[in-house]
């Protein structure tokens, strides 16, 4: 006889037709990235549904327990009861606790047990509880449901590496608060810690500093952008700003923090400097001479205000590197530096400070008077010891605040400052260079860390034209060998990095991340021993369904390419 459904009923057994194709398909295999130190999977599932709770034992993964409840209300559209303990005999329960994991002690270790009967998430400290919260929402699946299967499975897990970094350079192009917090929230889930936020550069100064207010005024915005790629086709003649007060930066500031990344400032100097100069001229060691920008780049409106008002300095509307950088030979360039800082430290509660040092040309140095007059006084051989002056003298200044510098690896010429910090991009001899004289590195070169590099040999837009693949990406070994064993302490981590002349906008941006940010974070997190090139591609074939359920822009074409070799 044939048996008839109600309505309710269909549904009912609709959803348990799903949760049986579900269930069998997380129980096939546990996908992670980065991939976890130790990971043993068991038979069958933990059903997570609005019957669980969520038990706090110790306060300081408090909010780590609420921002697990914000998850699973934002994707699946319920929330847990929230209370302090160790939870109970009965009823469902993930429960939160921090706890010494063996003997070393590594910031940021956690142990994920998930069983038929309750989640156990353990950190080594709170930050630890963070990351075995992010490994327990990649156990959840990709669909809108009521009652989520878990896998049983048991996790112990710890960073490579202190410093993960991933920065942003958002002085080419600006991108809002709003889309900042979704950045922040693709690095936690990444198990990534800094946050490098390129404030500043040639083309727009970002952040408001209120004793100077010509900065954000005048210097946050250039009257035009190159049309197409370096050296361009012109300009595009569309006015171009953007900067984030000191409450938005606060904001910033406060958001990572609750998913422990640190956020780093990058203040560039002494080159760089364009925007400020257009807004303080007196900076520059040659007032009174006109900006050179290429003419088949300037945009109308800069022509029209150089001719009207005789305005001779204009933030850059073109990529590169530029003479007109902060004069050395001028005590109120520091004094200017000086005041900037004092309103960016209370901002920021890292203990680094970036002040860049990158790409800074001497033709302007050698031709003025004040610069050389400096050198004579101070004994400086050439330029170069000029420029170690330069960053000595900021160094001091910072060090006298209880803060340390990051430079690039130009820093390291002239002389390295006493206790700078050195990020290398230019290849990695810099950084080896400097862990050898002793000095903190954090690797980022540019053949294996810059994303803003194109993927696969033709890209369907604008990129930097160097090529970096995803293999080489997760090839990378931050620390090289021929470093000592010693001497590889001084590599604390490695950054990823993106620079954004040709990317405009969110969507640009996450496609050049991904899926290569996955490969980086393995190289981050992720123990040598315990990474596999065959077994990434694997799971990161599987990771493109995170991608789209997180409605994330990425690369189909380098996943397709993966699967063809």
Known sequence: MARYFSGSSQRNALALVMLFFVVNAVAQQVNMIPRPAGITQGEGYFLLDPSAKIYIADAAAKKTGALLNDYIKARYGFTLPVQRGRGSASGK????????????????AYQLQVTGKAIRITGNDAEGAFYGMQSLI????????????????QITDHPRFAYRGLNLDVSRHFFPVSYLKRYLDIMAAYKMNVFHWHLTDDQGWRIEIKKYPLLTQTGAGRNGTIRGYYPGTGSDNSPYRGYYTQEEIKEVVAYAAERYITVIPEIEMPGHSSAAIAAYPSLSCFPGRTTMIPLNMVALKTVQQAQETGRKKFVQETWGVFDDVYCAGKDATFAFLQDVLDEVLPLFPSKYIHIGGDECPKTNWKQCPQCQKRMKEEQLKDEHALQSYFIRRIEKYLNSKGRQIIGWDEILEGGLAPNAAVMSWRGEQGGIEAARQK????????????????????????????????????????????????????????????????????????????????????????????????DFQKRVQYEQKRYQWLGLHYNQKILSGLLEK
Not at 473 to 497: H, R
Request: overall charge neutral; proline content about 10%; charged content about 20%.
């Open 93 to 108: 329960a993930i429960i939160f606790r921090i706890a010494r994991l063996g003997p070393a002690q590594i910031p940021g």
């Open 439 to 534: 000095h903190t590195v954090i690797m980022t070169p540019a053949n294996f860390c810059y994303l803003n590099r194109k993927g696969l040999e033709k890209e369907d837009s604008l990129t930097a034209p160097a090529l970096l693949p995803i293999e080489r990406v997760y090839q990378y070994n931050p620390v090289p060998s021929s470093l000592t064993p010693e001497e590889a302490t001084y590599i604390i981590g490695a950054q990823a990095s993106v620079w954004t002349e040709y990317i405009a906008n969110a969507a640009k941006l996450e496609y050049m991340l991904f899926p290569r940010l996955s490969a980086m974070s393995e190289v981050l997190w992720t123990d040598v021993e315990n990474k596999s090139w065959p």
């Open 138 to 153: 990649r156990l959840l699946p990709f669909e809108k449901v009521s009652r989520l299967p878990v896998p049983v499975v």
